[in-house]
């Protein structure tokens, strides 16, 4: 099943990367790359069963990196959705 799945929006809506995949083998790790101009952005990350990726069915976690290895955006416990706003380039401060 498509258990977990997210998208990148710029401001206008538009998708700049989506990713829907069966993340239900366990220890599953993702990583895609986008090069993404400067502007504001939207990361929402979506789970079908309602249930996050922490804790009931194990220790699930997300990020979301820069070039540099700065942690963006990192979650792991939410319901349906959670969303996360930021900008590009990225200020760590």
């Given amino acids: 099943s498509e258990d977990?799945?997210?998208i990148i929006k710029d401001t206008d809506g538009?998708?700049?990367m989506d990713?829907?995949?069966?993340?239900?083998?366990?220890?599953?790790t993702v990583s895609p790359?986008?090069?993404?101009?400067?502007g504001n952005y939207e990361?929402?990350?979506?789970?079908?069963?309602?249930?996050?990726?922490c804790c009931k069915w194990g220790d699930g976690v997300y990020n979301v990196t820069s070039t540099s290895g700065d942690i963006i955006v990192?979650?792991?416990t939410f319901g349906s959705d959670e969303?996360?706003?930021?900008?590009?380039?990225?200020?760590?401060?």
Avoid: H, K, R
């Fill in 4 to 6: 977990t799945s997210w």
């Fill in 14 to 16: 538009g998708i700049v």
């Fill in 19 to 28: 990713q829907s995949l069966a993340y239900d083998a366990g220890l599953t």
């Fill in 33 to 38: 790359q986008v090069c993404l101009p400067e």
């Fill in 43 to 53: 990361f929402t990350i979506y789970d079908a069963y309602e249930d996050g990726m």
């Fill in 74 to 76: 990192m979650g792991g």
């Fill in 83 to 93: 969303t996360t706003n930021f900008t590009m380039p990225f200020d760590p401060a």
